[in-house]
């Protein structure tokens, strides 16, 4: 299998301040790696990296094989952001069009994948309203189209289910494995465990330290415990008793 | 391609914004018309004052048609009479002493008064000239009946003494010759003066003065808040965020807002410059393109600016707060007041005001009628600001995004 996600010995941080150290992370092809920790942990900051929007302090970041940073692959790699940064102006169709074309679509592409990537998230009917007339779940369904409109090899998806209803997020999980399993990677950020618990594999960012690494029912029987949270909790009090 | 759709994506996000596009296009007609309105009626202000005990010769030569007169006969004090009847000023002698208390709230007020008493001492000191100099022509006259009657008697008396000494007559007759010749009757010469006006009338206010700097500001100002908000919104947001983690590279941002905004600041210079000529029928020596093409890299330069400050900025509101920083001042140095005359160490921040090169390089077209070659120093230094802004700001992007 193609590693799409290789992270070596990471330091990284804003000036003085320690963000994260000593990470090592490796993401196969048609893997789905959910990264758990509370806010704060470090999160957004590997995945900013990861990007490329980052350049490493120390250690370094291969995507696709390409090193990290590295502009022009950003056009294989779709991404969703913590905010839905959207434009309230726009309709939801411009919006898709617009960051389509950032990424490189023609407009024949745009043509058909606008339907796909809106069919997703049930956007399809609401398509042509002003993005300031939606509601926040929405806002956060748009988010993820467009990251999904470019039909990238690798998507990076930052808090990805806040503000979706159950009944949509399984349909989306239901897509996500889909697009999985054509041999795309999937990095998403979560603090929800029903989340970490659909990912083939899982890291647990604690204070910037990975504290946990595997899959879900790995981490379960290695540490003994019932659930995911469990593991995060009992890998946490690990930590604490360490430092 | 991908500044092509930015371009779009600022036009269509700018055409839906009904209130942005009024105030980008009316607000400044609106302050326009309004300046012409306020500098037409300044010409015929009348300041009233106060006499006490004035000679009336005096107060005939003060007498004109900016001064109203109002005849004071009580003894309380300057202050008091001024306050109680709000009179600009009061005028009050004492012998030769003559004393003029002002109000000076109003300093175009104040000057009108001192110009009138100075103008009345002029006229009064050459009335007094005039009629010494009539009694010195009747003095010189009689004197000079009695030398030639002298003369006559002298030389009656040197052809007696002739053999003798001749050359002593001849001396004192030639010392007569000058005073002769000087005390001619001068006819007084009348000048009739036509003025000739380069600019403007007889009629030109402030308001023509102002028209060209206030032009350029406008623009400037205008351009400089909104495209400065534009980004700063799309900071706030997140949408720049966004869009940096596309393969979008940061020249393309920069220069796909420079174009939308541009297109726009273009807009509401054809239709700030179209207005002044029909409107005002300002007259304009030089040539209307010269006078686009100074606006448009005024706009320029503020819409660099603009998005430049932005990045200092992390809400609308304290955009806002840039304008009294970075806007005001630029206004004290564009020549609304002239730069010699300021204060030596002050000059040499206007060289550093971009709305200073603007200015003057529209008082120049405007009000000189120089050439394209005559302001292209100026037009330098702009394109100079707007290329160091646009670079700051392709830098400042780094932020967001480290390539």
Known sequence: ?243 | MRTVKMVKRVLTEMLRDKRTLALMFLAPLLILTLMYFLFQSNTDQTASLGIRNVDTTLVKAIKNDHVHFHDVSSKESAKTIIRDHDYAGLISQKGDQITLTLQNSDQSKSAILKQSLQKAQIKLKMEAAATAIKGQQKAIKAQQRALSQMQKSLAAASKAAASENPSAARRQVKTQTPLTTASKPKSATTYSVNTHYLYGSSDSTFFDTLLPIMIGFVVFFFVFLISGIALLRERTTGTLNRLLATPIKRGEIISGYLAGYGIFALIQTLLIVGFTILAFKIQILGSVWNILLINILLAFVALAMGLFISTFASSEFQMVQFIPVVVIPQIFFSGIIPIDQMANWLQPIARIMPLYYGASAMSNVIEKGVTFIDILPKLGILVGFAALFLILNIFSMRRYRQV
């Open chain 1, 1 to 243: 299998m193609a590693t799409t996600i290789q992270v070596s010995n990471l330091k990284q941080g804003y000036g003085k301040t320690i963000v994260l150290e000593d990470i090592n992370l490796t993401v196969h092809n048609g893997e789905i790696l959910g990264l758990i920790g509370p806010s704060g942990a470090g999160k957004t900051t590997l995945v900013s990296t990861i990007m490329g929007m980052l350049r490493p302090q120390e250690g370094t970041v291969t995507v696709l094989g390409q090193k990290m940073p590295n502009r022009k692959l950003l056009a294989k790699i779709g991404y969703m952001a913590q905010t839905d940064a959207l434009y309230s102006a726009l309709t939801a169709r411009e919006n898709l069009k617009f960051f389509g074309a950032m990424q490189g679509l023609g407009s024949a592409d745009l043509k058909k994948q606008i339907p796909y990537a809106a069919g997703i998230v049930n956007l399809n009917p609401d398509l042509d309203k002003y993005v300031k007339d939606y509601s926040g779940g929405m806002k956060r369904r748009l988010s993820l189209a467009i990251a999904l409109v470019s039909n990238p090899d690798l998507l990076i998806l930052d808090e990805p289910t806040v503000g979706i209803d159950p009944e949509l997020r399984q349909q989306i999980w239901a897509e996500l494995h889909n697009i999985a399993k054509e041999g795309k990677t999937i990095l998403l950020t979560t603090h929800v465990m029903e989340d970490a618990e659909q990912s083939d594999q899982l890291m647990m960012i604690r204070n910037g330290i990975a504290i946990a690494q595997g899959t879900p029912d790995q981490l379960i029987k290695d540490y003994q415990v019932k659930t995911v949270e469990d593991v995060f909790l009992k890998a946490g009090r690990q930590q604490d008793a360490h430092s």
